[in-house]
């Protein structure tokens, strides 16, 4: 199980290795381990479901923006 230090400690390290510099290979290797860490997390399935309420209404604005142009 992942616990709340260890994506904190994940956190501050992406934070300053996306900051500090250009997009590295490094960082986004962190950037991923912080994504996969906060999954596991009682905060992950909200901000899953959150993701794909949004990306399905960009879908189906744009599925509904094209339609209106035909």
Do not use: C, Y
Request: net charge neutral.
């Amino acid at each position: 199980m992942v616990t709340a230090p260890l994506v904190l400690i994940l956190g501050i390290i992406a934070f300053f290795m996306t900051k500090g510099t250009a997009s590295t290979i490094a960082a986004t290797i962190v950037n991923i381990l912080l994504g996969i860490a906060l999954a596991s997390t009682l905060i992950g399935p909200p901000m899953i479901q959150g993701l794909e309420a949004g990306s399905n209404a960009v879908v189906q604005g744009i599925s509904d923006a094209i339609k209106a142009g035909n």
